[in-house]
Structure formats: C-alpha cells, structure tokens
C-alpha cells in the first residue's frame, strides 16, 4: 500500500468491481481518458481483474484503487505498465470515477504519490504518459507534478465522432521533486 494524506493506494479487490465497471461504462469518462474502451458486462471486468491478479512482478505493471484516507472510499484507479527494463521507462494513467471527487487536488496527490514509487522505490528513469491537448485539467496536474511537454500527437485517436490531438508527455528521475502536502518540496536528488 501507497499512502499519502488524502489518499492511498491499494491493491484491486473484487469488492471494487462493480464500481469500476460502472465508470467504464460512463462515456463522459471514456471521451476524457481518450478510450474507446467500454467494459460493459461484469464477466469482462472479472477478466480483467483475473489479469491483474495474474501480474506479479513489480516490472509487470500494477493497477492502483485509490482510496480516500479518511475512509476508505474508492475514488478511481492510477496504474503504470509498458515497463521496459533497458529503458527504465515507464507509462502511467489515472482517473477519479466521479465529478465530485475532481478538483479538489487528489489527482495530483494520487499521481505525486505513484510518481514516488516508481522513481524512489523501483528505480525508473522515465515516466510517461498521453493526455488529450485539450484536457486542460489533466495537463495543469501533470506540468504541476513537473511533466515536460514532449510532443504532440495530432488526430492521434479517433471517439466521439472526430480525431483527437495527444500530448506526450514525460518527466526524468532527476526531474523528479516530491512535493509535501503542505506546500514544501523537497527534490530527491537522484540523477538516474
Ligand atoms: C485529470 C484528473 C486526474 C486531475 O485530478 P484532479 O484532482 O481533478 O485535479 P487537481 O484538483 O489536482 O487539479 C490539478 C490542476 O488543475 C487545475 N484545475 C482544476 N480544475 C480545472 C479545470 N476544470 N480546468 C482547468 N484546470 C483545472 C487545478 O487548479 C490544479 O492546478 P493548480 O495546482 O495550478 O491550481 C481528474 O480530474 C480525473 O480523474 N479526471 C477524469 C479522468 C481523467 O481525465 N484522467 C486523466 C486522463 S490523462
């Protein structure tokens, strides 16, 4: 377990499911994490949950539940995966399930808390991930964690009707500063 002060990270249990199923199937969700995705029947959550039990190795790859700290309550997921151990490079995502749980800086906290993992404790040297370019939100929480703009990716994917543009972007292990909860940084001074 992950933990930070508003929220932690924990392992998926089946107990979640039927939550995660719910928001997979919740189109305004899908058209802001760009999938086309759509897990509508529980016997497909229950694959893929079999999917995740089935990875064991750190270098495999995880999926998160975040949870509220207070609580407990199960707000979204944060995962890593496509490691390439040459590389040390990974990909990460995110996503709080519902509205309310938005905007109140548990996304940054989510993804500060897993970028910690994956440079102190694994020993990456890149993380990386895709955001829709006019996601505006999305982009302010990872530039604010310190994510680099690396590109875009225009007409990148294709939902809702039209081609969306993708921004790539990355940040370096020695880039990586773990900002405190109460507004310190502190910069980890690994140079990886
Ligand atoms: C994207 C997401 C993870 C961000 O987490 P969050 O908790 O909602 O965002 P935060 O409250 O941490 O805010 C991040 C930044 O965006 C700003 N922000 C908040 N709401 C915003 C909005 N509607 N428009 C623009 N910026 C916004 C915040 O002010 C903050 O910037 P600041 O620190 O400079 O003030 C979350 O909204 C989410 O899960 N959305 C649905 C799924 C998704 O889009 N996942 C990401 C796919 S790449």
Known sequence: MLLAKRVMLRAIE???LDALNSWWNDPALSALLGTRRHLSAPDETEAWYDAILARVEPHEGRTYAVCATV??????TAWYGSFDAQDRNVEVGLYLGQ?????????TETMGLLLSYLFEDLGVHKVRLLVRSDHDRAVRC????????????RHHRFFAGTH????AMG???????TR?????????GRNR
């Open 14 to 16: 089946r107990q979640d």
């Open 164 to 167: 969306h543009d993708f921004m």
């Open 180 to 188: 405190g909860l109460d507004g310190t940084q502190e910069d980890t």
């Open 142 to 153: 990872y530039e604010r964690l310190g994510f680099q703009h690396e590109g875009m990716l």
């Open 171 to 177: 940040m370096l292990a020695s880039e990586h500063v």
């Open 71 to 76: 609580d407990g309550r199960l707000l979204g």
């Open 99 to 107: 509205e309310e749980d938005r905007g109140r800086g548990l996304g």
